[in-house]
């Protein structure tokens, strides 16, 4: 098998006979070595047919690799799986300013698809915390979120052709830069968010916007939840359509974030809400002033308690580092455990309260830190531990997730399922959906080789 791979991607091209120990599985997991049959790393899609072609000659399971940023043990191995990294997929093979496209292997990391487009006067929305790190592939075949969904939608709607490589070596080829497209099923969907379980997606078109010409920020401290929604409400009717971020971090969060030393509270920690408002517009000074309009009447009728607007670019990247660099979170304990939700906005309050209100009674339980998204109904919470086991993390799961079956939430919202959530994909999916769901992969990987036993067992 090794002399076979090693035909198809040249000897500089994979690691084996040990040398794959010299890689990891995860990004924030750098000191535990791989375990796998090998690495191989192609270079093209033809080279990812190929491999794909004698593994499903060969039954052999294949995890894919892109930047192992993901957060729900999609990119764990076992000693006899085979793992294929598309880092060397990583050109940028062009930026179309007419059609506003841009075309990338998947191996491109986001932060630099962004770039290039800002260089051409293009705006890629895409906006999360391991932007630096994650690659195009595995943030298409997670759906990934991040800051600006509330305005520009998951990175599904942002995608107007892929080419993916199936498990059995087939190559499906739908390199478009059109919009619109009737023309059938849309293929393009069964790959995105399916987490590499239905094939190994390998160029990406993505729709570019016109690049803002203005961003102005501001974070607010607000003394009730009714108030976020009513804040919500407020500033998206008075910014006409320039509204792109609105983040919600609670008291408790906020003060851990501004305690470190790379940090400073911009606005007093004594409020339970904070909120950070993102416009992205034309004109420079016409927005700003609009938001701090915004801001005062918001003020006036008592909506906020205190707020300040970011003055510079300084200020305005201050501001967003609070709410962007959580891992200052899992640092304030010897154990952390994620969460990344869905729930609808005006029950969240009221959901969050008495899930930290649970939390506070198990004794292994050291912080609670929620935040995130919640304008579109996405909260994360990032919990500390004294201790870890099996039975901690199931009963700390039963809380986060008690609440989403009765609200009809998400287990995800935008991290996926992999393998750390399997057992809860029934409180967001019907029986009959999952069952779909195994006849799809069924279909398409009948010997299930491809990302085996992530989001569902079959």
Not at 158 to 164: C, D, I, P, S, Y
Not at 201 to 224: C, H, M, N, W
Not at 402 to 431: F, M, P, Q, W
Request: some cysteine; proline content about 3%; hydrophobic content about 40%.
């Amino acid at each position: 098998m090794i002399q076979e791979l090693t035909s198809i991607v040249g000897e500089n091209n994979i690691l084996a006979h040990g040398k794959e120990k010299t890689r990891f599985s995860h990004i924030w997991k750098t000191d535990i070595p791989l375990t796998a049959l090998a690495v191989v790393f192609p270079r093209s899609t033809e080279e990812v047919s190929a491999i794909m072609q004698l593994c499903h000659k060969n039954n052999q399971e294949v995890v894919v690799h892109g930047g192992v940023t993901n957060l729900v043990g999609g990119t764990q191995t076992q000693k006899k799986q085979l793992v294929v990294s598309l880092e060397k997929m990583n050109s940028i093979e062009e930026v179309d300013e007419k059609s506003r496209t841009i075309s990338v292997q998947a191996g491109v990391i986001l932060e630099n698809a962004i770039d290039a487009a800002n260089d051409k006067n293009l705006f890629l929305p895409l906006s999360f915390g391991a932007k630096g790190s994650a690659q195009v592939g595995g943030v298409v075949s997670t759906n990934a979120g991040g800051l600006r969904v509330f305005r520009y939608g998951m990175t599904r709607q942002m995608v107007l052709g892929l080419e993916a490589v199936l498990p059995d070596g087939t190559i499906i080829s739908s390199l478009k830069k059109i919009i619109k497209d009737n023309s059938g099923y849309d293929l393009k969907q069964l790959f995105i968010g399916a987490e590499g379980t239905l094939g190994i997606i390998t160029k990406i078109i993505f729709r570019l916007q016109e690049k803002p010409q203005s961003r102005s920020s501001a974070i607010v401290g607000l003394d009730r939840y009714e108030n976020v929604i009513a804040l919500l409400k407020f500033m998206e009717k008075g910014l006409a359509g320039t509204l792109s971020g609105f983040e919600l971090m609670w008291q408790r969060t906020y003060i851990a974030m501004t305690s470190s030393p790379d940090f400073s509270p911009p606005i007093p920690t004594t409020f339970p809400y904070y909120v950070f408002i993102e416009s992205l517009g034309g004109d420079a000074a016409t927005d700003f002033s609009r938001l701090e309009d915004l801001i005062a009447q918001a003020f006036e009728n008592e909506l906020i308690g205190d707020g300040v607007l970011a003055q510079s670019e300084r200020e305005l990247q201050s501001i967003w580092k609070i709410r962007e660099d959580v891992s200052v979170l899992a640092d304030l304990a010897q154990y952390d455990q994620h969460f990344d939700i869905s729930l609808p906005i005006p029950v969240i309050g009221k959901e969050i309260d008495a899930a930290i209100e649970q939390l506070e009674q198990l004794d292994f339980v050291e912080k609670i830190f929620p935040f995130g998204h919640v304008a579109d109904g996405n909260i994360h919470f990032i919990i500390g531990k004294k201790e870890n086991s099996p039975e901690i993390i199931d009963a700390i799961n039963a809380i986060i997730y008690g609440c989403l079956e009765r609200n009809r939430g998400s287990v995800s919202a935008e991290h996926g399922i992999g393998l750390d959530k399997k057992k809860y994909l029934s409180t967001s999916r019907t029986e009959n959906e999952i069952n779909l769901m195994r006849t799809l992969k069924r279909a398409l990987d009948p010997k299930n080789i491809l990302n085996p036993g992530r989001i569902i067992s079959v």
